[in-house]
Every structure is written in C-alpha cells, then in structure tokens.
C-alpha cells in the first residue's frame, strides 16, 4: 500500500555537498518519525539522523554540524543536506520511517525502508 523512493546521492568530491529525498507514497493516514541510515562496506548499518513528526532532530556525532535532516509532511518527503562531505561519509544510505495505516478504522504502523542511494566522496 505504500512505496518509498530515493532520490540524489553521486559521486563528489571531498567538501561537497548533496542532498537526499525519500518520498513515500501510496495510501497512509500519517507519517510517524523519519529516518536516515547508511552502511559502508563490511561495516553494519548506522543511524545518521532521525525528525519525529514534532520537528524534534537528532544527529550522529558524525553528521552533526555538517548534515541538515528536514521533512515535508505534505508532501511525504525526507530530506538529508551533506555539506562538507568526506571519504568516510561513502555510504548506501537509506531511509526509514514509519507511517501509519486507517485500516477497519484501526490506525496500524507500518514500517518502511528506502531501496537505498549511494554517495561517494572522493578524496
């Protein structure tokens, strides 16, 4: 019933910057907390930022300060600016949220993840 697409992601050079989107779309009631992740290869899966439907933010001690989460509710879109980028921010990243379901007039969570984008930063 929902499907999420990413969006952005590249090949750049070290100090530049991109930004992800991560739209979901279908038939959902709400979106709950949104979230990006990214994996290196050989390492597991890391928590970057999250935004709750409140606007309330949280960033990796590696992406604070230099990446921006924000979300468009409207719309049903996450977004992560990465500025200043460096080597070790090559990654998959993905995005993970939950949106919730008006099902038998029953509100059900769903969760979802993005098919993941990749981002290379040469050094």
């Known amino acids: 019933q929902v499907q999420v697409v990413e969006s952005g992601g590249g090949l750049v050079q070290s100090g530049g910057s991109l930004r992800l989107s991560c739209t979901a779309s279908?038939?959902?009631?709400?979106?709950?907390?949104m979230e990006w992740y990214r994996q290196a290869p050989g390492k597991e899966r890391e928590l970057v930022a999250s935004?709750?439907?409140?606007?309330?933010?949280k960033y990796s001690d590696s992406a604070k300060d230099r990446f921006a989460i924000s979300r468009l509710n409207a719309n049903g879109t996450v977004y992560l600016q990465m500025n200043n980028l460096k080597p070790g921010d090559t990654a998959v990243y993905y995005c993970?949220?939950?949106?919730?379901?008006?099902?038998?007039?029953?509100?059900?969570?769903?969760?979802?993840w993005g098919q993941g984008k990749l981002v290379t930063v040469l050094s």
């Open positions: 993970h949220m939950i949106v919730y379901l008006g099902t038998n007039f029953e509100l059900k969570s769903l969760e979802v």
């Open positions: 279908g038939t959902f009631f709400s979106i709950g907390f």
């Open positions: 935004i709750t439907n409140r606007n309330e933010i």
